[in-house]
């Protein structure tokens, strides 16, 4: 009975360990799957990184979440490049906000071509490092021929990247523009176009710019935004008005400024001229070479004279002036200490008499103690005074120096 039990037991035991290396595998092959997208040229891309999508891989790794069924919401930091390159193409754009918020991976491709980003999802909580790749195709395509721009002041480019907001940005075109063949072409965010960065409070916004195109010439609402009257009325200063009947703004943040409009016809470009077809660099028969003629002479003595002489005739006033205050103005030694209070120079002499018996003191450890440490003592004939407790009685005997008594009381 005891046998068959343990049996049973590493049976199931080993059935379990065979399931969790099974989905420990299939869940590392889904990490390094690739995802594909193939996109036309000329027209805005956008792919949200979801934590929910990184955060399911950090758990499916932890055996203890399984047991206890416990579910974090830990933060993400996500990082993106191309690969064997240390950044993103130059057309394709990066933004998270915050760790606890998910990351954008935007942009407009101008040409064909094929790129393979790697996205690295770093868990600040564990440290745990997860990878997913992301191959997008580009494939030529025809830009629409008629395109518009237009600015949002009450948004930011995170907040107008989620597919959502951006059919509900795309309705507002679709309306002011008057027909439903309308595409996004590009979203940027305004602080990459040079604006200012807003203040940290509410209802400053950095605002973005939305580029839509379409097969369709403009609607009359647009054409009214290039009118001598609107120009005006965007004055600095001014009172915008918004032309009549033309706002089709359902969500008050989703509002475009109106003198920020601009209208681009792509239409009517004309064809580039045509490349310069080469030669067979010989020369026809008949024909002599005529080379350039030399370049004139030049005098470049001018220009020595104002490149060195000058800056050395300066460069030599200046050391003049200074050697002339340095060493012309400075008094001798003599003519300082008379215009020094004879109190003050004995006492600066008293300093330096005692700096000179102090170091010369400090090759023999048996000396005696300086007279400049004794209480009371006379500073010629080393005599000692009775100790006194009056703060009138003057720390140096001087009244049997006959330099002293000749001082000015």
């Known amino acids: 009975m005891h046998l068959q039990l343990s049996i049973k037991g590493q049976t199931k035991m080993a059935g379990y360990y065979y399931s969790c290396f099974f989905f420990l595998t299939a869940a590392a092959i889904l990490a390094q799957a690739e995802i594909k997208f193939d996109i036309p040229a000329g027209k805005f891309f956008s792919y949200e990184l979801m934590r929910e999508t990184f955060q399911s891989e950090f758990e499916s790794l932890s055996q203890l979440q399984l047991y206890l069924g416990r579910v974090y919401d830990?933060?993400?930091?996500?990082?993106?490049?191309q690969q064997y390159f240390p950044d993103l193409p130059e057309w394709l754009r990066f933004t998270q906000r915050h760790p606890y918020d998910n990351g954008f991976l935007y942009g407009t491709p101008a040409s064909p071509g094929k790129s393979v980003i790697e996205i690295y999802a770093v868990n600040k909580r564990s440290y745990e490092t997860t990878k997913q790749i992301l191959v997008l195709n580009v494939h030529a395509a025809k830009s629409p021929p008629y395109q518009a721009e237009f600015f949002i002041k009450l948004r930011e480019i995170e907040k107008v990247l989620p597919p959502t907001v951006q059919d509900e940005i795309k309705q507002d075109f679709q309306k002011?523009?008057?027909?439903?063949?309308?595409?996004?072409?590009?979203?940027?965010?305004?602080?990459?176009?040079?604006?200012?960065?807003?203040?940290?409070l509410a209802g400053h916004f950095e605002g973005v710019y939305v580029k839509v195109g379409s097969e369709q010439n403009f609607s009359s609402c647009?054409?009214?935004?290039?009118?001598?009257?609107?120009?005006?009325?965007?004055?600095?200063?001014?009172?915008?008005?918004?032309?009549?009947?033309?706002?089709?703004?359902?969500?008050?943040?989703?509002?475009?400024?109106?003198?920020?409009?601009?209208?681009?016809?792509?239409?009517?470009?004309?064809?580039?001229?045509?490349?310069?077809?080469?030669?067979s660099g010989v020369l026809e028969a008949g024909m002599d070479f005529d080379p350039p003629e030399s370049p004139e002479d030049r005098d470049f003595l001018p220009d020595y004279l104002v490149t060195v002489i000058v800056p050395l005739a300066l460069a030599l006033i200046l050391f003049l002036l200074l050697a002339y205050v340095m060493f012309g103005r400075r008094e001798g030694v003599d003519k300082r200490n008379a215009k020094t209070n004879q109190?003050?120079?004995?006492?600066?002499?008293?300093?330096?008499?005692?700096?000179?018996?102090?170091?010369?003191?400090?090759?023999?450890?048996?000396?005696?103690p300086p007279l400049s440490t004794l209480p009371m003592f006379d500073s010629r004939t080393g005599g000692r005074a009775t100790p006194s407790d009056s703060p009138r009685m003057p720390l140096i005997m001087a009244q049997h120096d006959p330099h002293v008594d000749s001082l000015p009381r």
């Not at 002011?176 to 960065?197: H, M, Y």
């Open 176 to 200: 002011l523009w008057d027909t439903e063949a309308l595409d996004i072409v590009n979203i940027s965010n305004a602080l990459d176009r040079g604006g200012r960065v807003p203040l940290p």
């Open 222 to 279: 647009l054409w009214r935004t290039q009118t001598p009257a609107h120009r005006r009325q965007c004055a600095p200063g001014a009172k915008v008005k918004v032309p009549g009947g033309c706002n089709f703004c359902s969500i008050p943040s989703n509002c475009i400024s109106w003198c920020s409009a601009e209208l681009f016809d792509l239409s009517q470009q004309e064809p580039s001229p045509p490349a310069p077809t080469p030669g």
């Open 74 to 81: 830990d933060p993400l930091v996500f990082k993106c490049n």
């Open 343 to 368: 109190i003050q120079l004995y006492h600066h002499h008293t300093i330096l008499d005692n700096t000179d018996e102090l170091r010369s003191m400090a090759h023999h450890r048996g000396a005696p």
